[in-house]
C-alpha cells in the first residue's frame, strides 16, 4: 500500500483517548523469541513503526492537558496505525464476520448457540467501544430470540463431549503412553484431528443413546422465516456499524473488509475437508485481501497442517501473532489450531526449538481455555508428557498432572448431576409464557421424549471424566504423590465415599485404597436364558458394551446386537443395583444352543475399555425334564 500524508484533527486525538480510558486499547502478544528460527524475515513488523506508534501515544498522552480546541495537524504514513486503529479495525471485520456467521447459521442452532456464547464471555471489556457494544447487544438479541431449550442444549453438548472423548481415547489408548511412545508424532497427529472435530457434523453425535434421541436433537434446527428476517437485519445494522468504525476512527476504508469479502470468507471456510485443496488455493490466492485480519490466518493453519505443509503452518501462525490484538478475554480460537501448530513444529524443528515452542504453546491453550474446553487442555497434557520424555524434566509431568487434576475437579461435578437426573422421577420442563409457539411444541416433545428414555435409561458415566481420570491416576503413580494428595483426589471424586459412577466394577477402578475395591462378579445375580440377558443396573453404563461369546465342538460364535429393551425400576428403590436391566438380542433369538457349549458372558462398562470387563461363565446341558431350547438348558458356572 502506498504510503500518503492524512491530517489528524484534535477531535481524532480526544476520541482515541476516550478509547484508551475505556479500555479500548491493544494488548498486542509480542512475539516469542523462540518462533524466530521458523518464521522468515518478510513476516517480522517494521520495529520503526512500533516505535512510532509508542511516541505517539505517549506524546498524546502527556500533552492532553495542554491541548486547546485548535485543530491538531500531525502527519503519519497512512498504513502506519495507532493500537487503537488497529484495535479497532480488529473489532470491526471480527464483529462483521461474526454476524455473517450467524447469518450462514440459519439452519445449525447448535453453532448459533456457540456464537452467542462467545458474545458473551470470550469478548475482552476494555476492547469494547460504545458502538461495538451496541452490535454485540444486537446480535445477542437476533440469536437469543431462537435459542434452543437449555436442556436440549445440554444434551447437544453431552453427546458431543462423549464423542469426542471416545475419540481421545482411541487416538491415544493408554493414558500415558507418550511417555514410552516411539511414535508420539503419530499419536499427537491422531489426537489433533479430534480437536477439529466439526461440532455440527454427524459424526458429533453418534454418541446419542438411540436412533429416535438423535433425530430429535436434529430438528427444529431450521429458522421459522420471522427469524430470517431479523437476521437479514442484523447484516444491515453490521453495515452501519462498519461506517461509524471507519469514520470515526479514521481508519482506511480498503482496511475494512467488504461484505462481499465477509461473505466470501464465511462461505469457503465452511467448505467440507473434501475440498481440502481448493480451499487452500482460493485463500492462498487471496492473501492480499485477508492479509491484515487474524482469522485468516487460523484458517491457513488448519489447511496448510492438513496438506502436512507444516513449515506454512508454523509461518501462518506467526502472520496471526504479529496482527492479533486484545479483543477476547481469552482467545479460543488461537487455542484451537495450537495443537496442529505444535505437531508441525514436532515434525519440522530440531529438538530444543520444539521443546521451547511447545512449551510456551500449551501454556497459551491452558491460558485461552476455560472449564469446558477440558479436551484441549488434555492434549496439552499430552504434550507435557511428551516433553517429560524428551527432558527427562519433571516439571512436565507435574504439569500435565495438574491439567488432570483440574479437569477432574470439574468433570467430577458433570457426573454428580449426571448421578442425581437418572435417580430423581422424571423432571418435565415447564414452558415460559413468553415463550414462541415453536418453543413451547420443542419443550413438549422434549417432555415426551423424557418419558420414553426413562424407561430404557442406564446410569450415566461421563466419558470425558473417565478419561481424565484415567489419565490422573497413571499421572499419580508415574509421579508417586503422597498419601494426603491421594485422600484429596478420592475425596473429590468421591464425596462422602459416595461413588461417582454408578456401575461398581468402574467406580472401583478410581480408589487408591484397596478396600474399596471388593467387587465379587460372583455375587452378582443375573439372570440369562439365551436370547435375554437380565442384570443389575449397577453393572452397566449407558455406554455398555455386551458380547455373548458361545463356543462349541467346532466353532465360536460371537453375539453382538444386544440392546437394552426394559429398566426396571422398583418403588422406594434407594440404590441402582435395585433396578434390573433386560437385554435382548434378535441374533440370539435365532441361535440353536447344543449341549456341552461353553458360553461366556462379557459386559463392559464403558465400550472400548477391555481392562474393566465382567465375564459371567455359563454352560449348557442337556435336560430331559424340562425341555429349554430343544432339550438343553443353560446353567450358571462360578469364575475360576
Same mark, same amino acid.
Given at each position: 500500500?502506498?504510503?500518503?500524508?492524512?491530517?489528524?484533527?484534535?477531535?481524532?486525538?480526544?476520541?482515541?483517548?476516550?478509547?484508551?480510558?475505556?479500555?479500548?486499547?491493544?494488548?498486542?502478544?509480542?512475539?516469542?523469541?523462540?518462533?524466530?528460527?521458523?518464521?522468515?524475515?518478510?513476516?517480522?513488523?517494521?520495529?520503526?513503526?512500533?516505535?512510532? /506508534?509508542?511516541?505517539?501515544?505517549?506524546?498524546?498522552?502527556?500533552?492532553?492537558?495542554?491541548?486547546?480546541?485548535?485543530?491538531?495537524?500531525?502527519?503519519?504514513?497512512?498504513?502506519?496505525?495507532?493500537?487503537?486503529?488497529?484495535?479497532?479495525?480488529?473489532?470491526?471485520? *471480527?464483529?462483521?464476520?461474526?454476524?455473517?456467521?450467524?447469518?450462514?447459521?440459519?439452519?445449525?442452532?447448535?453453532?448459533?448457540?456457540?456464537?452467542?456464547?462467545?458474545?458473551?464471555?470470550?469478548?475482552?471489556?476494555?476492547?469494547?467501544?460504545?458502538?461495538?457494544?451496541?452490535?454485540?447487544?444486537?446480535?445477542?438479541?437476533?440469536?437469543?430470540?431462537?435459542?434452543?431449550?437449555?436442556?436440549?442444549?445440554?444434551?447437544?453438548?453431552?453427546?458431543? /463431549?462423549?464423542?469426542?472423548?471416545?475419540?481421545?481415547?482411541?487416538?491415544?489408548?493408554?493414558?500415558?503412553?507418550?511417555?514410552?511412545?516411539?511414535?508420539?508424532?503419530?499419536?499427537?497427529?491422531?489426537?489433533?484431528?479430534?480437536?477439529?472435530?466439526?461440532?455440527?457434523?454427524?459424526?458429533?453425535?453418534?454418541?446419542?443413546?438411540?436412533?429416535?434421541?438423535?433425530? *430429535?436433537?436434529?430438528?427444529?434446527?431450521?429458522?421459522?422465516?420471522?427469524?430470517?428476517?431479523?437476521?437479514?437485519?442484523?447484516?444491515?445494522?453490521?453495515?452501519?456499524?462498519?461506517? /461509524?468504525?471507519?469514520?470515526?476512527?479514521?481508519?482506511?476504508?480498503?482496511?475494512?473488509?467488504?461484505?462481499?469479502?465477509?461473505?466470501?470468507?464465511?462461505?469457503?471456510?465452511?467448505?467440507?475437508?473434501?475440498?481440502?485443496?481448493?480451499?487452500?488455493?482460493?485463500?492462498?490466492?487471496?492473501?492480499?485481501?485477508?492479509?491484515?485480519?487474524?482469522? *485468516?490466518?487460523?484458517?491457513?493453519?488448519?489447511?496448510?497442517?492438513?496438506?502436512?505443509?507444516?513449515?506454512?503452518?508454523?509461518?501462518?501462525?506467526?502472520?496471526?501473532?504479529?496482527?492479533?490484538?486484545?479483543?477476547?478475554?481469552?482467545?479460543?480460537?488461537?487455542?484451537?489450531?495450537?495443537?496442529?501448530?505444535?505437531?508441525?513444529?514436532?515434525?519440522?524443528?530440531?529438538?530444543?526449538?520444539?521443546?521451547?515452542?511447545?512449551?510456551?504453546?500449551?501454556?497459551?491453550?491452558?491460558?485461552?481455555?476455560?472449564?469446558?474446553?477440558?479436551?484441549?487442555?488434555?492434549?496439552?497434557?499430552?504434550?507435557?508428557?511428551?516433553?517429560?520424555?524428551?527432558?527427562? /524434566?519433571?516439571?512436565?509431568?507435574?504439569?500435565?498432572?495438574?491439567?488432570?487434576?483440574?479437569?477432574?475437579?470439574?468433570?467430577?461435578?458433570?457426573?454428580?448431576?449426571?448421578?442425581?437426573?437418572?435417580?430423581?422421577?422424571?423432571?418435565?420442563?415447564?414452558?415460559?409464557?413468553?415463550?414462541?409457539?415453536?418453543?413451547?411444541?420443542?419443550?413438549?416433545?422434549?417432555?415426551?421424549?423424557?418419558?420414553?428414555?426413562?424407561?430404557?435409561?442406564?446410569?450415566?458415566?461421563?466419558?470425558?471424566?473417565?478419561?481424565?481420570?484415567?489419565?490422573?491416576?497413571?499421572?499419580?503413580?508415574?509421579?508417586?504423590?503422597?498419601?494426603?494428595?491421594?485422600?484429596?483426589?478420592?475425596?473429590?471424586?468421591?464425596?462422602?465415599?459416595?461413588?461417582?459412577?454408578?456401575?461398581?466394577?468402574?467406580?472401583?477402578?478410581?480408589?487408591?485404597?484397596?478396600?474399596?475395591?471388593?467387587?465379587?462378579?460372583?455375587?452378582?445375580?443375573?439372570?440369562?436364558?439365551?436370547?435375554?440377558?437380565?442384570?443389575?443396573?449397577?453393572?452397566?453404563?449407558?455406554?455398555?458394551?455386551?458380547?455373548?461369546?458361545?463356543?462349541?465342538?467346532?466353532?465360536?460364535?460371537?453375539?453382538?446386537?444386544?440392546?437394552?429393551?426394559?429398566?426396571?425400576?422398583?418403588?422406594?428403590?434407594?440404590?441402582?443395583?435395585?433396578?434390573?436391566?433386560?437385554?435382548?438380542?434378535?441374533?440370539?433369538?435365532?441361535?440353536?444352543?447344543?449341549?456341552?457349549?461353553?458360553?461366556?458372558?462379557?459386559?463392559?462398562?464403558?465400550?472400548?475399555?477391555?481392562?474393566?470387563?465382567?465375564?459371567?461363565?455359563?454352560?449348557?446341558?442337556?435336560?430331559?425334564?424340562?425341555?429349554?431350547?430343544?432339550?438343553?438348558?443353560?446353567?450358571?458356572?462360578?469364575?475360576?
Amino acid at each position: 500500500m502506498c504510503k500518503k500524508k492524512i491530517t489528524i484533527k484534535i477531535f481524532a486525538v480526544t476520541a482515541a483517548l476516550s478509547m484508551a480510558l475505556s479500555g479500548c486499547v491493544s494488548s498486542s502478544p509480542t512475539p516469542s523469541k523462540d518462533n524466530d528460527s521458523f518464521v522468515s524475515e518478510n513476516t517480522e513488523l517494521d520495529s520503526s513503526a512500533e516505535q512510532n /506508534d509508542e511516541e505517539l501515544e505517549k506524546k498524546e498522552t502527556s500533552e492532553i492537558k495542554d491541548i486547546d480546541m485548535d485543530l491538531l495537524e500531525e502527519e503519519i504514513p497512512e498504513d502506519d496505525l495507532s493500537p487503537t486503529q488497529r484495535n479497532s479495525i480488529n473489532m470491526l471485520n *471480527y464483529m462483521s464476520t461474526l454476524t455473517q456467521k450467524v447469518n450462514e447459521s440459519s439452519g445449525n442452532q447448535m453453532l448459533l448457540e456457540e456464537l452467542y456464547s462467545s458474545l458473551v464471555s470470550d469478548m475482552y471489556p476494555n476492547a469494547v467501544d460504545t458502538k461495538t457494544q451496541a452490535q454485540i447487544t444486537s446480535l445477542m438479541d437476533t440469536i437469543a430470540n431462537y435459542q434452543m431449550i437449555t436442556e436440549k442444549r445440554n444434551r447437544l453438548e453431552y453427546i458431543y /463431549d462423549q464423542n469426542r472423548a471416545q475419540a481421545l481415547r482411541q487416538a491415544i489408548p493408554n493414558p500415558v503412553g507418550l511417555l514410552s511412545a516411539v511414535e508420539s508424532g503419530s499419536l499427537l497427529k491422531s489426537a489433533a484431528s479430534v480437536l477439529y472435530m466439526a461440532v455440527d457434523s454427524a459424526s458429533s453425535y453418534k454418541a446419542a443413546t438411540s436412533q429416535a434421541d438423535l433425530q *430429535y436433537i436434529q430438528e427444529g434446527w431450521e429458522l421459522e422465516d420471522q427469524e430470517k428476517a431479523e437476521l437479514h437485519n442484523s447484516t444491515k445494522s453490521a453495515l452501519n456499524y462498519m461506517y /461509524d468504525m471507519v469514520r470515526d476512527y479514521d481508519i482506511d476504508g480498503d482496511l475494512a473488509l467488504s461484505q462481499e469479502h465477509i461473505e466470501d470468507f464465511v462461505e469457503w471456510s465452511g467448505k467440507p475437508e473434501s475440498q481440502l485443496v481448493s480451499k487452500t488455493e482460493w485463500f492462498k490466492s487471496h492473501e492480499d485481501t485477508y492479509r491484515e485480519f487474524g482469522p *485468516y490466518w487460523l484458517e491457513l493453519v488448519k489447511y496448510y497442517y492438513n496438506m502436512e505443509d507444516y513449515a506454512k503452518c508454523l509461518e501462518s501462525i506467526r502472520q496471526y501473532e504479529s496482527l492479533a490484538t486484545r479483543i477476547y478475554r481469552k482467545d479460543l480460537e488461537k487455542a484451537t489450531v495450537l495443537p496442529m501448530v505444535i505437531v508441525s513444529a514436532k515434525e519440522t524443528l530440531a529438538e530444543d526449538e520444539y521443546i521451547k515452542l511447545a512449551d510456551q504453546y500449551c501454556s497459551e491453550i491452558c491460558d485461552n481455555t476455560g472449564d469446558e474446553d477440558w479436551s484441549l487442555k488434555y492434549y496439552a497434557a499430552q504434550i507435557y508428557m511428551d516433553l517429560y520424555t524428551l527432558t527427562e /524434566d519433571k516439571t512436565y509431568l507435574e504439569a500435565a498432572y495438574k491439567i488432570a487434576r483440574d479437569n477432574v475437579i470439574v468433570l467430577a461435578d458433570n457426573q454428580r448431576t449426571l448421578n442425581k437426573t437418572f435417580m430423581a422421577d422424571v423432571q418435565e420442563i415447564e414452558s415460559k409464557k413468553d415463550d414462541s409457539e415453536s418453543k413451547k411444541k420443542e419443550t413438549k416433545k422434549y417432555n415426551k421424549l423424557l418419558k420414553k428414555e426413562r424407561k430404557i435409561a442406564l446410569p450415566p458415566v461421563s466419558e470425558a471424566l473417565y478419561l481424565n481420570a484415567d489419565l490422573l491416576f497413571a499421572l499419580a503413580k508415574e509421579l508417586d504423590v503422597s498419601e494426603e494428595e491421594k485422600e484429596t483426589i478420592e475425596a473429590i471424586l468421591h464425596e462422602n465415599e459416595d461413588a461417582i459412577f454408578l456401575a461398581k466394577s468402574l467406580d472401583q477402578r478410581f480408589w487408591f485404597e484397596e478396600k474399596y475395591k471388593d467387587f465379587d462378579i460372583d455375587k452378582i445375580n443375573i439372570s440369562f436364558d439365551g436370547d435375554k440377558l437380565s442384570i443389575p443396573a449397577s453393572c452397566v453404563t449407558d455406554r455398555v458394551d455386551i458380547q455373548v461369546i458361545v463356543s462349541g465342538k467346532k466353532k465360536e460364535t460371537i453375539i453382538e446386537d444386544w440392546t437394552v429393551t426394559k429398566v426396571k425400576r422398583p418403588k422406594k428403590s434407594k440404590d441402582c443395583s435395585e433396578f434390573i436391566a433386560t437385554f435382548e438380542s434378535e441374533k440370539a433369538k435365532d441361535y440353536k444352543y447344543k449341549s456341552g457349549d461353553k458360553i461366556s458372558i462379557k459386559v463392559m462398562p464403558v465400550a472400548d475399555t477391555p481392562d474393566e470387563n465382567m465375564v459371567f461363565q455359563y454352560a449348557v446341558k442337556s435336560d430331559k425334564k424340562f425341555l429349554v431350547f430343544d432339550g438343553v438348558k443353560l446353567e450358571r458356572m462360578k469364575n475360576e
